[in-house]
């Protein structure tokens, strides 16, 4: 009988792949049981749903730094989520790795981001503090498995949800190409943001401190370019995924000087305080008139309380439809004259 197109990419993998990578038929498997598909691994089948959901889609319009920007070019969080995408399977591709797991990771790791980036994350953490707060990447799995698809979830398998949980934290992941994205999403995003910050005027190029320069590269591609083949090379030396300690020191200070000059900065976030402003007024007016939630999160308020389903909806908002409903809700409309 002849084998399936999935099946010749399995036994490929045998071949090819190294034997600290995740092996599409050693997967722990997805939370319920599914017939094999015969074209495409069960990692390429990962892809597929999230590439297709509404959660990814969403991103397009969500703030990576700058908040809805004036400008074509500035990173938004699906671009952010397409260069850790491309980043992990470039280190991944030179350890031998599972490229299509680490590209299932990367696509889905920032589906928990909230509308207006970490400002909104904060502001959502305060009005949940006495539930446990509200964290991204564990917002990122809840969306996985009980938001999409009207509650059903998107059933991924064991090895993407965990990569996607570990993407940031204290809890490690399990599978190396979950260690390569998490590298891979740092070194995205402080070089990316330093590009956006000098494009916003931010930053000047020469305000940049000479050893990140010297180090890592002058423009951007450089820089990227540095970091990855210092992980591949770093990690096929000591079988971890594991930078370089000369250039993980590197990318550890340049990490704290956005901080104190991007993140942090006065002029870049001096819209932020409007941010909570937002975010508290649709929370309170959803959580004290339930009935205006749409019927999935009614759902959700009624198995895991009506707080949660709140935020699950004010979360899973883009920049512009928060601002839009805002309006709607608080903003007198102009009277018209006729």
Request: with cysteine; aromatic share 8%.
């Amino acid at each position: 009988m002849m084998e399936s197109p999935r099946e010749v990419r399995e036994a490929l993998e045998a071949q090819m792949l190294s034997p600290q990578a995740s092996f599409s038929t050693r997967t722990k498997g997805r939370e319920f049981d599914e017939a094999e598909c015969e074209i495409r691994t069960c990692y390429q089948r990962d892809i597929d749903r999230v590439i297709y959901c509404n959660t990814f889609r969403r991103l397009k319009d969500k703030t990576q730094v700058f908040l809805r920007p004036e400008g074509d070019h500035y990173r938004t969080r699906l671009t952010h989520t397409l260069e850790v995408s491309r980043i992990s399977r470039t280190v991944a591709r030179g350890l031998q790795l599972n490229e299509d797991l680490t590209e299932a990771i990367a696509l889905a790791h920032d589906f928990g981001h909230t509308p207006f980036g970490h400002a909104g994350e904060r502001a959502l953490h305060e009005i949940l503090k006495d539930e446990g707060g509200f964290k991204h990447n564990e917002q990122s799995l809840r969306i996985i498995e009980r938001i999409e698809r009207s509650g059903n979830g998107l059933n991924l398998t064991f090895e993407t949800k965990d990569g996607v949980l570990c993407h940031t934290g204290e809890k490690k992941p399990e599978t190396m190409e979950g260690y390569v994205v998490r590298i891979a999403d740092r070194i995205a995003y402080v070089n990316h943001d330093l590009d956006d910050a000098i494009r916003a005027g931010i930053i000047d190029e020469k305000d940049i401190p000479e050893e990140f320069l010297l180090a890592l590269g002058k423009k951007h591609g450089e820089r990227v370019n540095t970091l990855v083949l210092d992980l591949i090379n770093e990690s096929k030396n000591t079988g971890v995924i594991t930078l370089s300690p000369s250039l993980a020191d590197v990318l550890g200070r340049f990490r704290d000087y956005m901080y104190d000059n991007v993140y942090l900065n006065i002029k870049a976030k001096s819209e932020e305080s409007k941010v909570y402003g937002i975010v508290s007024e649709l929370f309170n007016f959803y959580h004290d008139t339930p009935d205006e939630l749409p019927d999935d999160y009614k759902r959700v308020a009624k198995q895991d309380g009506l707080k949660r389903a709140v935020s699950d909806y004010v979360s899973g908002m883009t920049d512009k439809y928060a601002v839009h409903v805002y309006e709607r809700l608080f903003i007198p409309e102009a009277w018209q004259v006729r």
